[in-house]
């Protein structure tokens, strides 16, 4: 026998015909509700999705990186650190997975220097390429206090290949060096003695009278003189390099009292050649003229040369911790 339930039971149809559209209705609000709390607890894979739509749209408006810098506005703040942290110990896999997603500012300065910076200090060429080709600025930190440009800082350490690295990317080589104890690439390179990396800046026109920092600074030929490297001295001296430049007012040395400190009695007499004020004032503090600063290290034959060519015996001792030449 066929039985109609629904006939049979007027409440059952009631309760029926109101139950499906409410369900339908429930589905229709939890579904996207649910995909958005997803999506939320997910942040990476919406930016990453968001970032392909973006290259997908500036592919086909065909605008330029340099025009498209949109890394920056959907960077997310909270990966800055990691992504530092993954610079330091060289994680390179880690950085490009990081880049890739778009969430850090490849730019980000942590209070000490950028990514590029570190990676140029401790001269990871892959690291640097990988952080250039990504949009990261090559002369980020110029002028601030103590700061140095990735290429002022490879060039202290002395990373060859890593200096023609960041010059092919347009890395300018006269970048201003920063407030303090800041220096040029050419300044750097000549006070570590990376000669190679000297030869390398100056095809590349670096300034050879860029000023010296106030604090501890030397001028290229000053730098040079103080290494002892009579070749350099000659170069820059070619180049017009002023032999005359004041030495830097803390700590701070004129080319021959950085020579004559050094007791390097050849460099002294190419300088004398060259028309080098003898008895150039010390700086102000902690400063030497060229017979004190030989006489301290105990040079005779730089203390004969500098007293036959006219050199003060009796000038005035610099300020805090000062000598005179006895």
């Known amino acids: ?9 007027p409440r059952w149809t009631t309760y029926f015909f109101i139950a499906v559209p409410v369900f339908a209705v429930v589905m229709t609000v939890v579904i996207p509700l649910k995909r958005l709390k997803n999506a939320t607890e997910n942040p990476p894979g919406v930016m990453a999705g968001i970032l392909k739509l973006i290259r997908r749209l ?23 650190k990691p992504f530092i942290d993954a610079i330091l110990p060289g994680n390179n896999a880690m ?31 892959a690291l640097v390429q990988n952080l250039l080709e990504n949009g990261a600025n090559a002369d980020a930190g110029a002028g601030r206090v103590d700061g140095t440009t990735a290429l002022q800082v490879a060039s202290a350490r002395g990373h060859l290949a890593i200096v023609d690295q960041l010059l092919e990317k347009g890395a300018s080589v006269n970048a201003e060096a920063g407030d303090g104890c ?41 730098a040079a003189s103080e290494g002892g490297h009579l070749a350099v001295v000659d170069r820059l001296l070619e180049k017009s390099a002023n032999v005359n ?31 080098v004020n003898i008895n150039a004032a010390a700086g102000w503090i902690r400063g030497r003229t060229a ?13 004969n040369r500098l007293l036959e060519k006219g050199a003060n015996i009796n000038a005035a001792a610099g300020y805090d911790y000062g000598r005179t030449a006895l």
């Open 1 to 9: 026998m066929n039985v109609d339930v629904l006939a049979n039971n």
């Open 58 to 80: 500036r592919r086909k408006s065909k605008i330029s990186d340099e025009e498209c810098q949109f890394s920056s506005s959907i960077a997310d703040p909270r990966y800055n």
């Open 95 to 125: 950085v490009k997975h990081l880049l890739s997603l778009g969430i850090v500012d490849v730019n980000f300065h942590d209070g000490k220097m950028t990514g590029s910076q570190y990676a140029a200090t401790a001269g990871n060429k």
């Open 182 to 222: 800041g220096t040029t690439a050419l300044q750097s390179a000549l006070e570590g003695g990376h000669l190679a990396v000297v030869d390398r800046l100056l095809e590349e026109r670096a300034n050879v009278n860029a000023a010296a920092g106030g604090d501890h600074g030397r001028t290229a030929l000053q």
């Open 245 to 275: 430049a004041e030495a830097a007012e803390c700590h701070g040395r004129t080319a021959l009292q950085a020579a004559s400190e050094g007791g390097y009695l050849a460099l002294v007499d190419r300088l004398l050649e060259k028309g």
């Open 291 to 303: 017979l004190q600063a030989t006489s301290a290290g105990g040079h005779l034959a730089v203390v």
